[in-house]
């Protein structure tokens, strides 16, 4: 099975290449991470001699060992003493080892070389490490999938572009159910079984969290309702229905841990009229909808908010900065910012009446800029119209941004 080569990150990260920058690779668990690396490493770099090249992943059996920052400069010094020229140090989910930050910012100091780093928690860059390497590192956060990639992988099986979208929205863009052809079963139990033994187990163990049960019950619900807005306050009534009673700080605590293992997505809400971020009823996204899928929610029957779900990771993949738009009584899907650019996103399933049209139209009326304007759907039949682009959504997938 053949490496995806994904040109916007290596596009990205090559930016960088032969500066003292420390490249941080961030991301879900299972999320490519390492792929991405290994191209780095035998490709952008395939001129390098491979005795100057340090590769350490600290989910291998082999460096199992290596606990602390003590056990790895131990590990290093001789194989350093013996190279001269350039180095290049490549460390896979680095957050396993303690305070391995001390050892990175020594690398960088005493040695002529250039450092790649992976890891699975937002934490990663947090703190400490962030006031020891400030501006000194530049971060990548990987995504699964997008369609346009996802249609690479599965492209021998001769399905049709929807057919395939139809997969796309039901089993997500985990690039490991290359290996499943697209079965539901295989592709599922997979799906499942990554969901429950890595990001959900990651999770529990790195926060020490004793009630699964409660951890799991206030995780489903945040996938349950994506693209809703709803508070902490209003899981503690749903919980305390079902006999649970939880704290809202509980609550806060919890999904602020999925964030922070890239499980979920909190996005928050712009008041377009006041300028300014508001603090209440955010949004969650799922960083790939599959898992929803895997855990006996229908993507299918929540269509709507499934299509936002693929609309929301698709722009963050294009590298934009993403807040829900609130226009007085009204609200914008996405704010999507990059740099000096903006656009706006209206996603619906289907606009087949005048009603649904209005509805997903007139909220841009009380929009004043020049900035582009899109209404999102699966409809075939283009309703553009007073400037608002109308555009099919499998289309705007394939219209892919680098």
């Not at 899981?235 to 890239?262: H, M, P, W």
Request: glycine share 4%; proline share 1%; hydrophobic share 40%.
């Amino acid at each position: 099975m053949s490496i995806i080569y994904r040109e916007k990150y290596l596009n990205r990260i090559n930016q960088f290449m032969g500066t003292p920058i420390i490249k941080i690779l961030t991301g879900m668990r299972r999320v490519g991470k390492s792929t991405i690396l290994s191209i780095i490493k035998n490709d952008l770099l395939k001129n390098v001699d491979d005795r100057n090249k340090i590769y350490m992943n600290f989910e291998s059996l082999k460096l199992r060992n290596i606990v602390n920052d003590q056990d790895l400069i131990e590990y290093l010094i001789p194989i350093i003493d013996k190279l001269k020229g350039k180095i290049y140090f490549f460390f896979d989910e680095i957050q396993l080892v303690q305070n391995w930050e001390k050892i990175v910012n020594g690398l960088r100091t005493d040695y002529n070389c250039e450092i790649f780093i992976t890891g699975s928690n937002s934490k990663l860059l947090s703190g400490d490490l962030s006031s020891l390497l400030a501006g000194r590192f530049v971060e990548f956060e990987i995504q699964p999938f997008t369609f346009t990639e996802f249609i690479q992988i599965f492209k021998s099986l001769n399905l049709s572009m929807d057919e395939l979208f139809d997969k796309f929205i039901e089993l997500g863009g985990m690039p490991e159910l290359k290996y499943f052809d697209l079965d539901e079963e295989t592709s599922s139990t997979y799906l499942s079984d990554v969901y429950n033994t890595v990001l959900v187990k990651d999770v529990l163990r790195y926060q020490s969290i004793r009630d699964v049960d409660l951890f799991n019950r206030i995780l489903h619900f945040a996938m349950e309702n994506i693209g809703h807005t709803f508070s902490a306050l209003s899981i503690r009534k749903f919980l305390k229905n079902e006999g649970r009673e939880v704290s809202v700080d509980t609550i806060l605590n919890y999904l602020s841990y999925c964030q922070n293992a890239f499980i979920i997505n909190k996005v928050p809400r712009y008041d377009t009229v006041g300028k300014k971020i508001l603090k209440i009823d955010e949004k969650y996204y799922l960083t790939d909808l599959g898992f929803r899928h895997a855990i006996g929610f229908s993507n299918h029957q929540d269509i709507e908010r499934s299509l936002e779900n693929i609309v929301y990771q698709e722009l963050r993949s294009r590298n934009y900065e993403i807040t829900i738009g609130k226009v007085k009584e009204l609200e914008i899907d996405f704010i999507a910012k990059k740099k000096d650019q903006i656009k706006y996103f209206q996603v619906a399933y289907l606009l087949e009446t005048e009603k649904t049209r209005q509805r997903e139209f007139n909220v841009y009326q009380e929009v004043r800029d020049n900035f582009p304007k899109y209404v999102l759907s699966l409809d075939r039949i283009n309703f553009s119209q007073d400037g608002i682009i109308h555009q099919n959504i499998i289309e705007f997938l394939l219209d892919d941004e680098k």
